[in-house]
C-alpha cells in the first residue's frame, strides 16, 4: 500500500504540477483502484493522506459547524484612493514613526477556506461561516488536486492553519456552462456562486468532477518561522501550496497605488476572477502591533475595483434558440466602448430577468463589465426613460420556426418544443453529435454543417451516414481530396464505443457521465429502450429528472426511428468486453432497495455488490421486495412502508453476513 501510495502521489505530481503524463489513464486508473482496494479490505492501514480521497466518494448528510481557532475575519473596503492613504496615515501613527512596508495582492473572488494541518497532515477544511464557527468540508476539499494533502519537509510546525480563497477557474467556469447547455440543463450566473455551491454539494464525487482550485494567501499558527508575510508567503510555496505569482512587495503607499493601477486591465488575464487589492503590513511584528478592530484587521485593507459601467439605448431584443430550443434573449444596445472593448449586445438570461429590470425598448440601460467578459445589464436609467414608453413583452412563438413556446413549470427558460423542425436545433443536435466527446468527426464543423442543411442533404445526425460523394462534391470548399476527408471521418466514427454514442444522440441532461453509467448499467441500447422507470431509477446516479427525460425520448417515434438508423449504420449499440465481475450467486433471485447513507460503503458501491453477488436492486419498496438494505437518514415513509409491507430490513453488518464476507 505504501509502495502504490508513493507512485500515485508521483503520477498525479507529474501530472497536475508538472502537466506530464507518463503513463497512460488506463494504467493510472489500475493503480488507484488496487489502492482502494486495498484500503477497503483493510481499512486499518489506509493512510490519512491517501491520494484515493482525491477521487471523492463520500456522502456527507449534514455538514459539521466547527469553531475557528483563530477567527476568519474580513477586511475594510474601500474604493477610493484617499481612504488608502489615510489607512496609510493611521499604519504610520500606530507604528510611531518606525519604517514599515507593504504587502500587495490581488483579491481573489472565490469562497474562503481555513485548511488545518497538524503533524503535516490536512485534517480539516473549515468555511468562513460566520467568521467564528464554519462547515467543514475537508472530504469536498480533498478532492482539489492544488491543496496538498500532507507537507513534507525539514522543521513543518506541529499545528499551522493555512487560509485561502477556492476558486472555479473562468476556464473550467465557461466549460461546465458550455456542458450543461449542451445537455439542456441551466447554466450558472457566475463562478464565485458555483464554487461556493460546489464545495457544499453532499457528494465528493461530483465536487472532484468539478475541478476547482485554490489560492492560499495566509499563514496562521504558535512560533511559525518568517517574521513577515511575505516570507511566509514563499514558505507556503515551498511547502507545495499554490500561491498566486502577483504579489508584490512595496516599500510605500505610492508604490501600493502603482500597483493597484498596474493590475486595474491585466487582472481580466488571469485565470480567475478578482476584484480588487488586498494590502498587508509586511512585518508580522508590526502587523501584532497594530492589533485589530472588532471586525478586521488594522493592518489590512482592501482596496475594490469599481466595476467598469456606461449608459447605453437599448435598441431592440433578439432572440436566440439553442440545441435543445431553450430560448435566450440578447440586448441589441447602441454600440458603447467600455473597459477596452466595443459592447453592442448583453445577454439577458430569461424573462424574468427582464422582468426584473423592467426594459421597455429605447431605454437607457447601464451596462457594467465585471468579472465576467460578457457584459451585463445592471438597471435601467429612469431619467432617461421616454414618456408612454411600453415594457418589453416576451415573445410568444419561436423567431426561428414560429412555434408556440412553451415554459415548464419551475423553469425559468422559454423553449421551442419544435425539435425535429426549427433549424437552430437541428443543426445543434448535428452539432452535437459530431463534437470529441460525443462521435469525434472532426473532419465536419459548424460551416460545413449548415451547407449540409441548407443544402437539404443532413436534417439529422443519422443522414449523415448516407452521404455520398456527389452530394459533397462541389459544394463551396470541397474539392476531391477534402470530400474524400470528409467522408471517411465520418465513416471511421462507426468505431466509437457505445457510452459516446448514447451521449451523441442528445437526450436531454444525460451528460458523459450519465452516459457513461446508462451504458454500463444497461449493456446496450435495446436494455435502455425496454427499461421502465423503475429500473431507470435503479441505475447509479440516475434520478426522476433523467429517467423521466429518457422515458421521453424513446416515446418519441421519431427518435426510435433515429436510433434505427444509427444502427443500421453501424453505430455501437452495445458495450463491448465483459459482464460485470461475477462474484457468486448467493442473492441469486433476491431483490433490493438501497437507501441512506453508510459507514463502510458508498450506496452505488452497494448496489454493484448486490449485482455482483446475483442480486437485483429496485427503486421502490413493495410487497415483492426482499431486503431493504437501510443506512442513516433514508426517508420515513420509506421505512414505514417496508415495515407494514413485511419487508426485511437490514443494515450494512448484516448485509455483509448476507455475501458472507466474499
Ligand atoms: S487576507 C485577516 N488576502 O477577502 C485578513 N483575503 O474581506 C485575512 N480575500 O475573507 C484575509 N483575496 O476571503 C486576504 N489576497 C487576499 C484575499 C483575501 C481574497 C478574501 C478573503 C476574506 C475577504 C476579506
Not at 4 to 25: A, F, G
Not at 610 to 630: E, Q
Request: aromatic share 8%; glycine share 8%; with cysteine.
Amino acid at each position: 500500500m505504501g509502495e502504490l501510495t508513493e507512485l500515485v502521489n508521483h503520477h498525479n505530481h507529474l501530472y497536475y504540477q508538472l502537466h506530464q503524463s507518463v503513463i497512460s489513464d488506463f494504467e493510472f486508473d489500475g493503480l488507484l483502484k488496487e489502492l482502494t482496494d486495498l484500503e477497503s479490505a483493510f481499512p486499518a492501514l489506509r493512510l490519512p493522506d491517501s491520494p484515493t480521497q482525491r477521487v471523492g466518494g463520500t456522502v456527507t448528510r449534514e455538514f459539521e459547524t466547527v469553531t475557528h481557532r483563530y477567527p476568519m475575519l474580513s477586511l475594510g473596503n474601500t474604493y477610493s484612493e484617499t481612504d488608502l492613504t489615510e489607512f496609510d496615515n493611521r499604519v504610520a501613527k500606530g507604528l510611531e514613526g518606525a519604517p514599515y512596508a507593504y504587502c500587495c495582492e490581488l483579491k481573489f473572488d472565490g469562497v474562503s477556506i481555513s485548511l488545518i494541518y497538524e503533524k503535516g497532515v490536512l485534517t480539516r477544511a473549515v468555511t468562513r461561516g460566520d467568521g467564528v464557527r464554519g462547515d467543514d468540508v475537508t472530504n469536498n476539499v480533498r478532492t482539489i488536486h492544488r491543496i496538498p494533502l500532507r507537507v513534507k519537509g525539514a522543521g513543518i510546525p506541529d499545528y499551522f492553519e493555512v487560509r485561502g480563497e477556492i476558486f472555479l477557474s473562468k476556464k473550467m467556469f465557461s466549460q461546465l456552462n458550455k456542458e450543461r447547455e449542451d445537455i439542456g440543463e441551466e447554466t450558472y450566473a457566475n463562478a464565485r456562486n458555483t464554487a461556493s455551491g460546489t464545495l457544499k454539494m453532499q457528494d465528493s464525487a461530483l465536487v472532484a468532477a468539478r475541478k476547482l482550485d485554490c489560492y492560499v494567501y495566509y499563514l496562521l499558527g504558535e512560533d511559525l518561522p518568517e517574521d513577515n508575510h511575505i516570507g511566509r508567503i514563499r514558505l507556503l510555496e515551498k511547502w507545495g501550496f499554490n500561491v498566486s505569482p502577483t504579489y508584490r512587495s512595496c516599500s510605500n503607499i505610492r508604490e501600493v497605488l502603482a500597483y493597484i493601477a498596474e493590475w486595474d486591465k491585466s487582472r481580466h488575464d488571469l485565470p480567475l476572477e478578482t476584484d480588487g487589492v488586498v494590502i498587508k503590513v509586511n512585518a508580522i511584528q508590526q502587523q501584532e502591533q497594530l492589533g485589530f478592530t472588532a471586525k478586521s484587521p488594522r493592518w489590512a485593507i482592501a482596496y475594490k475595483y469599481k466595476a467598469a459601467s456606461v449608459s447605453t439605448r437599448l435598441n431592440g431584443i433578439t432572440y436566440q434558440v439553442g440545441r435543445t430550443g431553450a430560448i435566450t434573449p440578447v440586448a441589441e444596445l447602441e454600440p458603447v466602448f467600455l473597459a477596452g472593448t466595443t459592447v453592442k449586445r448583453a445577454s439577458l438570461h430569461n424573462a424574468n430577468e427582464i422582468e426584473r429590470l423592467g426594459l421597455c425598448i429605447g431605454d437607457h440601460v447601464f451596462v457594467e463589465k465585471g468579472g465576467e467578459i460578457i457584459p451585463k445589464v445592471t438597471g435601467v436609467d429612469m431619467d432617461k426613460r421616454q414618456p408612454g414608453a411600453k415594457a418589453v413583452t416576451y415573445i410568444s412563438s419561436c423567431p426561428e420556426c414560429g412555434e408556440s413556446l412553451i415554459r415548464v413549470e419551475g423553469e425559468a427558460s422559454h423553449y421551442c418544443p419544435n425539435d425535429q423542425g426549427c433549424a437552430p436545433q437541428i443543426k445543434g443536435k448535428i452539432e452535437h453529435f459530431i463534437q470529441r466527446k460525443a462521435m469525434d468527426i472532426n473532419s465536419l464543423g459548424e460551416r460545413t454543417i449548415a451547407t449540409l442543411y441548407e443544402r437539404g442533404l443532413v436534417r439529422t445526425p443519422a443522414d449523415l451516414y448516407d452521404l455520398r460523394e456527389e452530394d459533397i462534391l462541389g459544394l463551396e470548399g470541397f474539392k476531391e481530396q477534402s470530400t474524400r476527408n470528409l467522408l471517411d471521418g465520418i465513416r471511421a466514427s462507426i468505431q466509437i464505443p457505445f457510452e459516446s454514442v448514447l451521449f451523441a444522440i442528445g437526450i436531454r441532461y444525460v451528460g458523459k457521465t450519465v452516459a457513461e453509467k446508462l451504458a454500463r448499467h444497461f449493456r446496450s441500447m435495446d436494455q435502455l429502450m425496454a427499461a421502465n422507470r423503475e429500473a431507470l431509477l435503479a441505475a447509479p446516479e440516475v434520478g426522476e429528472k433523467i429517467a423521466d427525460s429518457v422515458l421521453a425520448y424513446f416515446a418519441n417515434e421519431a427518435n426510435r426511428t433515429e436510433v434505427e438508423r444509427l444502427k443500421k449504420a453501424g453505430l455501437a449499440m452495445e458495450v463491448s468486453g465483459k459482464e460485470p465481475e461475477k462474484l457468486s450467486d448467493v442473492l441469486a433471485g433476491k431483490t433490493f432497495v438501497v437507501s441512506g447513507v453508510f459507514a463502510k460503503y458508498e450506496r452505488e458501491q452497494l448496489k454493484e455488490l448486490i449485482v455482483s453477488h446475483g442480486g437485483k436492486v429496485l427503486s421502490g419498496v413493495s410487497g415483492k421486495l426482499d431486503y431493504l438494505l437501510a443506512g442513516d437518514n433514508m426517508g420515513p415513509a420509506k421505512l414505514e412502508k417496508a415495515e407494514k409491507l413485511g419487508v426485511k430490513i437490514i443494515g450494512e453488518a448484516e448485509f455483509d453476513q448476507l455475501i458472507g464476507g466474499r
